[in-house]
């Protein structure tokens, strides 16, 4: 059974850091590239950042760019986004992503590539 499990998210205040992560099991992941979404009350879903399987490429919403950073483990199964000078519009629940298996150094925006999503964990920032 393919699992994709986020954990880390909370409530922090506005400037702060913030590290979540997705385990993730039942799945060969050393060969998919990995993404984050978030979805904020009343809006789509959308694209935060993505990583290759090899860890070489990563790809981010310009909203976040310079502040979120993803990384992954391949022996271990986990992949973590680090948010740091978190705003109050940052404030979402986040979800990870797996694509199907790519080629080496791809990096997906579009949560129509992703097979399997996680349940999300709640990330809000207050002001």
């Known amino acids: 059974q393919v699992q994709l499990v986020e954990s880390g998210g909370g409530v922090v205040q506005a400037g702060a850091s913030l590290t979540i992560t997705c385990a993730i099991s039942?799945?060969?992941?050393?060969?998919?590239?990995m993404g984050w979404f978030r979805q904020a009350p009343g809006k789509e879903r959308e694209f935060v950042a993505s990583i290759s399987w090899d860890s070489h490429k990563t790809y981010y919403v310009d909203s976040v760019r310079g502040r979120f950073t993803v990384s992954r483990n391949n022996a271990m199964n986990w992949v973590r986004l680090q948010m740091s000078s978190l705003k109050p519009e940052d404030t979402a629940v986040y979800y990870c992503?797996?694509?199907?298996?790519?080629?080496?150094?791809?990096?997906?925006?579009?949560?129509?590539?992703?097979?399997?999503w996680g349940q999300g964990t709640q990330v809000t920032v207050s002001s």
């Open positions: 039942g799945l060969a992941f050393a060969n998919r590239a």
């Open positions: 992503a797996a694509t199907a298996p790519t080629s080496i150094g791809v990096v997906r925006a579009g949560s129509n590539w992703y097979e399997y």
